[in-house]
């Protein structure tokens, strides 16, 4: 298995939609492949039935692009969709450094139903398996060494849609990812909209880390249904912190809590965060690893409208 999967997969064709053009716009089938033969093709692999769902994706970083691009996949159909209670993951894997980290994200991928992974990376081991099929939504960022990395949405059901947008850190010059998926919910019309983002990190000021933040908040304020956004937010001072709670009030999102609180933290602020809208949270908690120097942030959610 990988974060990003090497497993074979069909060249994606030209979606007919206007006002947006081929440039932009594809959908592309997810082949089923068997967990044997991903063994020996790489360490994560996604798998599905391709009958099921043919997902557009928005490979171009223009946030009006994703707009229609979740519009129309708001008007798909689907056999499948998350339940009514479901279990979320988010985190940053420092790029998979730690010898363990595998293993450890194997336990705890088999508890979660949505995954968010920031600093995912390929990974060229075998030696874990994990034995359910998750969906892979991929949004690249940094490359060192021919090795991308960037942030990984996972999901035990295909997702409808998929944008991929980046951010340019100012002081380093290189592209921070943020995957912006939308998924199909069980007996309901409504779609859930998720935002992984791994938030600019060196900069002088707020203003490029507002502006990550704003190319996604008319995606936010434009959906009819519940809501996740999360992710490392890199909330290290005090000026992020309010540039954050600015922008989720205004999207009416809520913060989940942890307690007790082990969150990585940079000058006693914490790092990562969860946000949600239309959704009431059953549990919560921050588990302390030495995989990674991030902790993983677990919760259990459930939708307000059942």
Partial sequence: MSWSCGAPSKHPETLPLSPLTSAFLRKQRRPRVSLVTALFQCLWVSVGVASEIEPLIVT??????CAAALSQGRQQLSVVGLPAAFSLLNWNVEKARHPDLIAEFAHFARR???IFLQEAVPLRKTETVIEQSLYEAFVRGYVQNE???GVLTLAKVPHLVHCHLLATEPWLRTPKATSVTLYPL???DQTLL???LHAINFSFGVTAYAAQLNAVAGLIAAHRGPVIFGGDLNTWSTRRERTLEAFTSDLNLTALPFSPDHRTTRFNRALDHLYVRELTWRSTE??????SDHNPLFATLQRDDT
């Fill in 60 to 65: 171009a970083d223009r946030s009006q692009d």
């Fill in 112 to 114: 979660s139903d949505v």
């Fill in 147 to 149: 090795i991308d990395t």
């Fill in 186 to 188: 069980a007996n309901s």
């Fill in 194 to 196: 998720t935002v992984n």
């Fill in 286 to 291: 921050a588990l302390p690893v030495t995989t």
